[in-house]
Each structure stands twice: as C-alpha cells, then as structure tokens.
C-alpha cells in the first residue's frame, strides 16, 4: 500500500512540473497601453479645459487658487465682453468676445452680439467680430488666438448655452466647446484641442 501511495505521488509532482514547463513564456512586448483622456472634463463650476499637444490642460476655479470673474474692457470702436480666470491677480486663462461696435455697446447689444451655436474667431487688428482664447503655461509664457498672424484655418468655437439676459446683472454664464491655434509673442504656434470651458461672462 504504502509503495502504491509513493508512486502516485511520484506521478502527480512529474505531471504537475510537466503542465507548468508547457506554460508559454512571457512576451517582453506584452506591455499595457497607455490610455489618452481625449476628452477632458471637469466637476469645478467654472473651467477652461483643452489639451496643449498631447498634455492635458485644466484651468478651474477653486483650485490652485483659481477663481473666475467677468469684465468688459475696449474703446469706442472695440470691444470686449470675457470670462477670466485669475490665479491671485495674475490672469491665467480667458474666453474673450469682441466686436467692432463703434460705440459702447448697451448690456443687451453686447449679450446679443453672439449666439448659441457655431461661432468664429475674432480678428482685432482688423476688426473682425469674434471670440479670442487666452492663457499662460506653466512656464509662464503667454498664449494668445490673435498673437502672431492669428490664422485660424480649421479652428471652431461652439457655445452650447449662455444663461437668460438680467438687465439687473453685469454677468451671465456660457457654456462651449472649442479648438484653435495660439500663438506667443515670439510668433510660435501651438494647436489647443478637446476644448471645454464654462465661465462667468461680462457684459461691455
């Protein structure tokens, strides 16, 4: 009896190294892929969200001390509305809208200057009616849609929603998406893609 046991145990440690020997080796090239957010997001109440390449960008209020505001700035025969965020006193991103009015704008001609829908980019230096996107990397080098040639072949901004028109209020909220081309004072160009953002927005 005792011997029958010995050599069923002898069999059952051959067999069990002879399964595991057949076992395929691993392959050095079975490595995960790395998955790409393409489609950044963000739960803040306010943000400017995009990648810069392939890096992922968020700008967002209440973090890194990050806070949205609204304002107006121009002249007689150029003006803005904007969303900005501010790190401090620092402007670190902006949504922008701008319009040759030849005039002040009244709050409901500059909350009426746009729609919800597709929309385009402004020209300054010429004039043209449009929205401008700002910001400053982290290497502290400004970014700007109308810097440089301000081309924006093949750029698109969308506005999704804007909040109801408060003759009582000097701000309302705009909701969009967006790509486009910006440029340093130097003149170099980068591509901003998978663009959100979700801003305070003043009028002029």
């Known amino acids: 009896m005792k011997k029958l046991i010995y050599i069923l145990s002898v069999l059952f440690i051959f067999t069990a190294c002879g399964k595991k020997k057949n076992e395929p080796l691993p392959n050095k090239n ?13 739960s803040a109440d306010y943000y400017l969200v995009f990648f810069d390449g392939t890096k992922p960008v968020k700008i967002e209020q209440g973090k890194d001390n990050v806070y949205c505001g609204a304002g107006s700035s121009g002249n007689s025969s150029y003006s803005y509305s904007e969303g900005k965020f501010l790190k401090s006193t620092d402007l670190v991103g902006s949504i922008e809208y701008g319009k040759n009015y030849g005039f002040f704008p009244s709050h409901s001609e500059a909350y009426n200057g746009y729609t919800t829908g597709t929309n385009t980019f402004g020209e300054e230096n010429s004039g043209t009616a449009g ?12 970014w700007y849609t109308v810097s440089g040639t301000g081309i ?3 750029s698109a901004i969308n506005i999704s ?17 967006f790509n486009c081309t910006v440029y340093d004072p130097n003149g170099n160009s980068k591509t901003l893609t998978n663009g959100k953002f979700k801003t305070l927005f003043g009028y002029n």
């Not at 079975?30 to 963000?42: A, E």
């Not at 929205?131 to 400004?142: R, V």
């Open 30 to 42: 079975d490595t995960p892929t790395p998955t790409v957010d393409t489609n950044p997001t963000s």
């Open 161 to 177: 929603s804007k909040s109801s028109y408060n003759s009582l209020s000097s701000y309302y909220t705009i909701e969009g998406t």
């Open 152 to 154: 924006q072949t093949g």
């Open 131 to 142: 929205f401008f996107i700002y910001y400053k990397d982290l290497s502290g080098t400004y």
